[in-house]
C-alpha cells in the first residue's frame, strides 16, 4: 500500500530529525564533508534528467574531485608546519 503524502512527509521530518542529531558532536572537518555531501546529491538531483549519461559522469566525478579536495585541505592543514621537511 502507498505511503500517503502526510506518512511521507513525517518520515521526512523523522529523517531529517535523525541527520542532525546523528551530526551532533562530530568535527568539523567531518561536518564539511556531510556537507559538501549534501550539495552533491542535491545538485545531482537538480541535474538529473538534464543532461546527457556522460555529462552527469563528468559532472558527478567533477563534484567528487571538489569534495575529496575539500576533504584533504582539512586534514592536511598546517601540515608543513607540524612536520617541517629537515
Do not use: C, W
Not at 521530518?13 to 535523525?18: A, D, G, R, S, W
Not at 546527457?52 to 563528468?58: A, G, H, S, Y
Amino acid at each position: 500500500m502507498p505511503l500517503s503524502i502526510l506518512d511521507r512527509q513525517i518520515n521526512k521530518l523523522e529523517m531529517e530529525k535523525t541527520i542532525l542529531e546523528e551530526s551532533k558532536g562530530l568535527s568539523i572537518s567531518a561536518l564539511r564533508e556531510i556537507l559538501d555531501f549534501v550539495r552533491f546529491i542535491k545538485s545531482k538531483r537538480m541535474n538529473e534528467g538534464r543532461m546527457e549519461p556522460i555529462d552527469n559522469v563528468k559532472r558527478e566525478l567533477s563534484e567528487l574531485d571538489k569534495a575529496s579536495l575539500t576533504h584533504l585541505e582539512a586534514e592536511f592543514k598546517d601540515y608543513k608546519e607540524l612536520y617541517p621537511y629537515e
